[in-house]
């Protein structure tokens, strides 16, 4: 297991984002009963607050919480085209946007809402951004584009929402530096070579955090 595969075992989420935004998005949303599928256990405990019967399957085991399952593979199981909100946190994309939009839009209920995160371009990136998310994170569109894909799959797009800065610098970053530090006496290879590539991400986004960030799309089956 490498240094950010084990920091990922003792932080909330394995990517940007935060309790506000998601707030924000459910804000966006109506119905009674929600599937939620991704990283992090405190979207679906807010889809309950907020009064969703909720179905949650989660990414990553060792942020599997009551009630909740931890998902093995990336097919949306079955319970997925029984609730009105259809909610996939999406943290890389090594397919094409198309598929899983394909994938979302046979497992939405008919009438029902999905949303969708994916991480896009916001501005056209400059060429180091480019090569560097190219093999970060996979797959990246830019956010007309996505919302093209997501029309040309069948869905209507009522809204979206961006992530902001801080679900990057608060919510992703600084719990993982911090989690980096309780292992700053482990000076082995690994942990130097793991250390030294978070804070390229880290700088990376620092630089061109215009550029680039999770978008959520509000898609109506």
């Known amino acids: 297991m490498n240094l950010i595969s084990q920091l990922y075992q003792t932080t909330e989420r394995s990517c940007a984002g935060s309790e506000a935004t998601s707030r924000r998005v459910i804000s966006m949303l109506k119905g009674a ?3 939620y599928f991704g990283d992090e256990a405190v979207t679906p405990q807010l889809l309950r607050e907020a009064g969703y019967a909720t179905t949650a399957y989660i990414t990553e085991k060792s942020r599997v919480r009551d ?38 839009r046979e497992c939405c209920k008919k009438g029902g809402t999905v949303v969708f995160r994916a991480l896009c371009w916001l501005i ?25 894909e997501a029309k040309a799959a069948g869905f209507k797009v009522e809204d979206f929402c961006i992530s902001p800065r801080s679900d990057w610098t608060k919510g992703y970053f600084a719990p993982l530096m911090q989690a ?9 290879g690994d942990v130097l070579s793991g250390m ?8 990376m986004f620092e630089l061109h955090c215009e550029e680039y960030s999770y978008v959520y799309y509000i898609l109506k089956g």
């Open 33 to 35: 009963s929600a599937f």
């Open 67 to 104: 009630g909740m399952q931890y998902a093995d593979s990336f097919a949306l199981p079955e319970p997925a085209k029984e609730c009105d909100v259809l909610w996939y946190n999406g943290v890389a994309e090594f397919d094409p946007l198309s598929v899983r939009l394909e994938q979302l």
């Open 124 to 148: 056209d990136p400059s060429p180091d951004t480019l090569s560097y998310c190219r093999k970060r994170y996979g797959l990246m569109q830019p956010l007309d584009k996505a919302l093209q």
């Open 180 to 188: 980096a530090e309780q292992l700053s006496g482990e000076r082995d």
């Open 196 to 203: 030294g590539e978070l804070k390229k991400e880290a700088d």
